[in-house]
């Protein structure tokens, strides 16, 4: 069975700081994908950064970077200097050539003026 | 390249009744997978189609189907409405099945159950 866990429901970040949400996940496959997303207020679901398992370097997206530890499972998601449009629920998900995509529960962003 | 529409985007149904989704995938796109996301149970994988085949599927009631036409777009049918069906429907779509393709969401469709 697959398993994501983002184990922060919700975070509170100065403008132009840094903040890191967390993830840790759990699967038996060998090949499996790693996703960000990010949902604003207005529902829709926004694609932040991927990352493959077979990847060795960390993803990076503009002001997003994935700190993939594969050992430990986790995938937490870096913000880099902060804005306040980036105020929103972030979700991590997974994704298997076997299996369905499984999301975490979220985390809540909020960033502070 | 437009993106993953979903239509309607609002609906109100009363209980018994039954409701029809619709999600058009990013052009190119033949996997398209649904998602319900309430307050209370998060965002939880329905269905997953891929080349008019259903791929996979989660756990919900045989009252929720799906299917995918040969143009890739796929309807869902919820029927027997209950007032736990209330919720934010997501559609995404990607190229392919493989955990490799990213999913591109739709804006939802928000249904409302009296």
């Known amino acids: 069975a697959q398993k994501i866990t983002q184990t922060q429901p919700g975070m509170f970040v100065q403008e132009k700081e840094a903040v890191t949400l967390d993830c840790t996940y759990d699967t038996s496959d060998q090949s499996y994908g790693l996703f960000w997303y990010k949902q604003p207020s207005s529902g829709e679901m926004i694609f932040l950064i991927y990352q493959g398992s077979y990847d060795e370097q960390n993803a990076t997206e503009g002001r997003y970077s994935l700190n993939f530890q594969k050992a430990r499972k986790s995938a937490n998601l870096v913000i880099s200097a902060s804005q306040l449009g980036d105020s929103a629920m972030y979700f991590c998900?997974?994704?298997?050539?076997?299996?369905?995509?499984?999301f975490g529960d979220g985390t809540t962003l909020t960033v502070k003026p | 390249k437009a993106g993953v529409t979903q239509t309607p985007r609002y609906l109100i149904k009363t209980r018994g009744q039954q409701v029809t989704l619709s999600c058009s995938p990013i052009s190119g796109h033949r996997s398209v997978s649904w998602y319900q996301q309430t307050p209370g149970q998060g965002l939880q994988f329905l269905f997953e189609?891929?080349?008019?085949?259903?791929?996979n599927k989660g756990n919900f009631p045989g009252r929720f189907s799906g299917r995918q036409f040969s143009n890739s777009r796929s309807e869902m049918n919820v029927s027997t409405l209950e007032l736990g069906d209330s919720a934010l429907y997501l559609c995404a779509s990607s190229f392919r099945d493989r955990s490799t393709d990213t999913q591109y969401f739709g804006p939802g469709t928000r249904l409302t159950v009296l």
């Open positions: 998900a997974m994704k298997t050539n076997a299996g369905k995509s499984t």
């Open positions: 189609y891929f080349s008019e085949t259903q791929r």
